[in-house]
């Protein structure tokens, strides 16, 4: 996922299972979207949080991610289910297939990307191709982690812990971020990745990636909307639909292809 080893993925795939329990993201989602049945794709699917509620609620999915490892979640989940299917895919690269009525950008992905492009470039892209998936009239949902003051999120030199415990295969470790920085004039949070795993057999694992990501502004966000057709018909900065102010924390945006 973050060019990590791969029993370093599998763990990562493990953790993002147990730790993703929270559903309010998808329950708001869901009442965005509607009841009427849609062709939705969700870009990042991931293991499939998203995506088997969707299906469940009467909607025709389809999910698009990079790792297998979590794809590899999704069956169990959607066991019996018609109206749903997955694909390994680079969204980058890969075509996103045509005539959607929402096109999912959730879960924060809008900061998750992975490419080998231009960070910033790879997050204008994602929106065109979205444009380009959706019919005339479709929708794109965008969830994405925001705040006013991206310095006091990003600016952190200490170590903070993202998952840690022990996946299925009975190997234990920890996944945290250090030497985080941000430079508010490009918007980059730049950072170590650190995997730190003890596996079953006694073997240690540790390995650093350094990692960089582009904080995307409300205004940016916007403009490449409009340079894609769209038009924002609402926005909040919560799952309580508060707007986007000092205290909240996320870009909730639903606009509409013209």
Known sequence: MFNEEIILSKWVSDMYDMDQTDMSDVEFALSIVGEKPK???????????????????????????????????????????????????????????????????????????????????????????????????????????????????????NETVVWQGTDSNGN???????????????????????????????TEIRQDIPSTKHFATLEQIHQWLEDAGFIVEEEYGDYRRNPIRETTNRAIIWARKM
Not at 101 to 106: G, H, I, S
Not at 175 to 195: E, Q, V
């Open 39 to 157: 062709r939705v794709l969700e870009v990042a699917c991931g293991s499939g949080r998203i995506l088997v509620p969707f299906g469940k609620a009467g909607h025709t999915v389809k999910g698009l991610d990079f790792d297998a490892y979590m794809l590899e979640k999704i069956p169990a989940k959607a066991k019996g289910m018609k109206n749903i299917a997955w694909q390994k895919s680079d969204v980058i690269k890969d075509d996103w297939g045509k005539e959607y009525d929402v096109v999912m950008l959730a879960a924060n992905f809008l900061f998750n990307i992975i490419a080998d492009i231009d960070y910033e470039k790879a997050q204008m892209l994602v929106i065109k191709k979205s444009s380009d998936a959706l019919v005339s009239g479709g929708h794109i949902y965008i969830d994405y982690g925001y705040t006013l003051h991206p310095e006091n999120w990003f600016a952190n030199a």
């Open 172 to 202: 234990t470790g920890k996944m945290a971020l250090l030497d985080s920085s941000f430079d508010s004039k490009t918007g980059l949070n730049k950072f170590i990745r650190r995997f730190e795993l003890l596996l079953s057999d006694g």
